[in-house]
């Protein structure tokens, strides 16, 4: 009996111990979530495009605002960053399919076809789709209008398009559900074309349109200032990131958080001040004389500004001599600025320059005198946003960027972000602000003008002389040629980084250093 009992307990013991170890292996087959899989692994694959806005490499590295937000998100996730960037959205869409890449962060709007199969995150800025064309050419004012000039422009151009946009695009889906409506639109969908290839055929008069959304639009006019829209095509439409459709919703839901918290914190706001700040107004004469001086004038003087540049990108040193002189080095003002630098007599006395109207001397002068204003800004404000406060203090003197600064914070603002000061900069010309201030009254309005102009030349230069952005060939179409692997904690950026694009004014704002 007791040896019955020891037996059916044995073997109860056996079965007991067997069930759990199958159970065991029941939940290590349990497929991992997609967000346990990117922490095993320990990368997170972001396939972008690039270009100006989502990913290119600036005077200190990688930079771009879909770059700096894929940083922060595989910090987030405590894994290091893999950066797979494409030059045709054509080729991102299928990486992600087959999972060769997690997310698709490339600065792209939906479309109905994409959201079937993807999944958008939250939206993190805003464009218009806009058709494009060439300034001397015929402008059209509608769809029906467009539509009713195209058979004559086909005739007088014989064999050439003269319309062509992304394939595979969310500018081929847009007007694929225009089609729908107006059946006789005809455009050719290149899928070897990517859309800044498209925008150089417009200017160049290879074609006479294309599509492009406001803000790539914005950015190609620093470099072909002949580009202009002729009506916007779509309202203003979500740029996202995208994901694969499925059940697991780990990925997701932590992107949503990631989202929120930086919307909520104002960081989303101080990127999108970063790199596309300043794109709502362009100047056509200003820029198209800016565009002749890179070309006549730049070659001769940039091995100074590469040799008195010191630790600031010698491309922003040549920006802020620009809008001082033009990059005439015997420049003088009325009110006894002189030299490509445009020196106060004081401060070149300052600074060790003797001889302001000497452009070694002056670029020297000037560069030493802007280290100095850096060094005074507050290291309560972000790094890559310093070197605008000391631009504003160069051109209008510390004491009243300061005040600009107390004043931004009085009205509820974040006095450490340049989006919000340079609100309040014109705010110092009038008298029921500046009287409550320390130093009195200023030309604040001239001082915003004078910052934002210099970086306007600044990302034109980026653009047109160094396309230092480019990191392969435009031949290369699959996502896989290309890994930028990057530790979140090296991917830092400096003062000089490449910051945000847009138009130019025709305003030379003198500085009063």
Not at 24 to 49: A, F, H, M, N, Y
Request: charged residues 25%; contains cysteine; positive net charge.
């Amino acid at each position: 009996m007791h040896k019955f009992c020891f037996h059916r307990i044995k073997n109860t013991f056996a079965i007991a111990t067997i069930s759990l170890l199958l159970a065991g292996c029941q939940i290590e087959s349990k497929p991992k979530s997609e967000l346990d899989q990117i922490r095993e692994r320990g990368i997170l694959r972001v396939g972008t495009l690039n270009n100006q806005i989502s990913y290119y490499i600036g005077p200190d590295g990688p930079a771009g605002v879909d770059y700096e937000l894929a940083r922060e998100f595989a910090n987030e996730l405590g894994v290091k960053l893999e950066m797979k960037p494409a030059y045709r959205v054509s080729t991102l869409y299928p990486a992600l399919k087959h999972g060769d890449i997690d997310i698709i962060a490339a600065g792209i709007s939906p479309s109905e076809e994409r959201l079937k199969q993807f999944r958008a995150g939250p939206a993190y800025y805003y464009v218009s789709q806009q058709l494009v064309y060439r300034k001397g050419g015929w402008k059209p004012r509608s769809i029906k209008d467009l539509i009713a000039k195209q058979d004559a422009l086909i005739k007088k151009n014989d064999d050439k398009p003269i319309f062509e946009v992304v394939g595979d695009s969310h500018f081929n889906s847009t007007l694929t559900n225009i089609q729908k409506q107006h059946p006789k639109l005809k455009f050719i969908a290149e899928k070897q074309a990517d859309v800044n290839e498209l925008l150089k055929k417009v200017s160049e008069g290879s074609i006479d349109f294309t599509v492009a959304d406001s803000v790539e639009l914005s950015l190609s006019q620093r470099i072909h200032p002949n580009l202009a829209s002729a009506f916007e095509l779509t309202e203003d439409q979500p740029i996202s990131w995208y994901l694969r459709r499925s059940d697991d919703e780990s990925l997701y839901a932590l992107m949503i958080e990631f989202f929120g918290n930086l919307k909520q914190s104002g960081q989303l706001a101080t990127l999108e001040e970063k790199y596309i700040g300043h794109i709502n107004t362009f100047d056509y004469v200003d820029t198209r004389a800016f565009i002749r001086a890179l070309d006549v004038k730049l070659p001769k003087w940039e091995p100074i500004f590469k040799e008195f540049a010191g630790n600031f990108d010698w491309r922003l040193i040549a920006a802020i001599a620009y809008q001082e002189s033009h990059w005439n080095p015997r420049a003088v003002s009325p009110t006894g600025v002189r030299g490509m630098m445009m020196l106060t007599l004081p401060t070149a006395k300052s600074v060790g320059v003797t001889n302001r109207l000497n452009p070694e001397q002056s670029v020297r002068g000037g560069v030493e005198y802007l280290r100095r204003m850096v060094q005074r800004v507050p290291d309560s404000i972000n790094d890559h946003e310093k070197i605008w406060f000391a631009l504003a203090s160069y051109n209008m003197g510390f004491g009243h960027m300061m005040d600009a600064r107390r004043l931004t914070k009085l009205q509820g603002g974040n006095p450490d972000a340049w989006s919000d000061v340079k609100d309040r900069l014109p705010l110092l010309k009038q008298k029921k602000y500046y009287s409550r201030t320390r130093y009195g009254y200023a030309r604040g309005d001239e001082a915003r003008g004078y910052v934002e102009n210099i970086r306007r030349y600044y990302q034109s230069i980026i653009g047109y002389v160094d396309q230092s952005y480019t990191v392969a060939s435009p031949s290369d179409t699959n996502v896989d040629d290309i890994k930028v692997i990057q530790p979140p904690e090296l991917a830092t950026s400096g003062a000089a980084a490449a910051v945000s694009s847009a138009e130019t004014t025709n305003t030379s704002q003198k500085g009063s250093k």
